[in-house]
Antibody, heavy 120, light 106 residues
Framework: QVQLKESGPGLVKPSQTLSLTCTLSGGSISGGSYYWSWIRQHPGKGLEWIGYIHYNGNIFYNASLKSRLSISIDTSKNQFSLKLTSVTAADTAVYFC????????????WGQGTLVTVSS | DIQMTQSPSTLSASVGDRVTITCRASQSISTWLAWYQQKPGKAPKVLIYKASSLESGVPSRFSGSGSGTEFTLTISSLQPDDFATYYCQQYNSYSTFGQGTKVEIK
């Protein structure tokens, strides 16, 4: 059974870099045709797509975050990661990792989510 | 960017009611639309994909319809487990979600 789990600091200071990792179990991150995705949800608000990466290196970012965003993949560890630089309180959110099909665009497996608070 | 607008934002209903949620896209997305259910503290769960296809394991009381710019999610007979927030998502161009519709107990 495919499972995704986010990990990383729950508290980040303003202007610093938010770094999260998603670990896949029950499958191979380089097997099959999937985009490995990040999505966030501000407290009490809706969902915002951040970006996704394919193991072949193709990466797609939300244009509103692109200048601060980096997504990478480590096939040897079955993980993919998110780095968001120069964070502010507006980046406080629950961050989810998820799987999106290469040939279908919806997210069929999700991690449980991790709350990241930006505060000094 | 494609914007997705859901209505209503909140819906009060009773067990057994037929419930309909609407999602409108700012431009045509063909049938590249999914619906999700989210409960507090949990990740969203896909219910419907390609506008009208039921995800495996999802009860048949959920159905989706529409194409182009207008879509609906219908719950034919609301059950206690269905009180949650519902989101639409377009995947015609990258990905955008609607702002959500909270279905609460009347």
């Amino acid at each position: 059974q495919v499972q995704l789990k986010e990990s990383g600091p729950g508290l980040v200071k303003p202007s610093q870099t938010l770094s999260l990792t998603c670990t896949l179990s029950g499958g191979s991150i380089s097997g099959g045709s999937y985009y490995w995705s990040w999505i966030r949800q501000h407290p009490g608000k809706g969902l915002e797509w951040i970006g996704y990466i394919h193991y072949n290196g193709n990466i797609f970012y939300n244009a509103s975050l692109k200048s601060r965003l980096s997504i990478s993949i480590d096939t040897s560890k079955n993980q993919f990661s998110l780095k968001l630089t120069s964070v502010t309180a507006a980046d406080t959110a629950v961050y989810f990792c998820a799987r999106r099909g290469f040939n279908y665009g919806y997210f069929d497996y999700w991690g449980q989510g991790t709350l990241v608070t930006v505060s000094s | 960017d494609i914007q997705m607008t859901q209505s209503p934002s909140t819906l009060s209903a009773s067990v057994g009611d037929r419930v309909t949620i609407t999602c409108r896209a700012s431009q045509s997305i063909s049938t590249w639309l999914a619906w999700y259910q989210q409960k507090p503290g949990k990740a969203p769960k896909v219910l419907i994909y390609k506008a009208s296809s039921l995800e495996s394991g999802v009860p048949s009381r959920f159905s989706g319809s529409g194409s182009g710019t207008e879509f609906t999610l219908t719950i034919s007979s609301l059950q206690p487990d269905d009180f949650a927030t519902y989101y639409c998502q377009q995947y015609n161009s990258y990905s955008t979600f609607g702002q959500g519709t909270k279905v609460e107990i009347k």
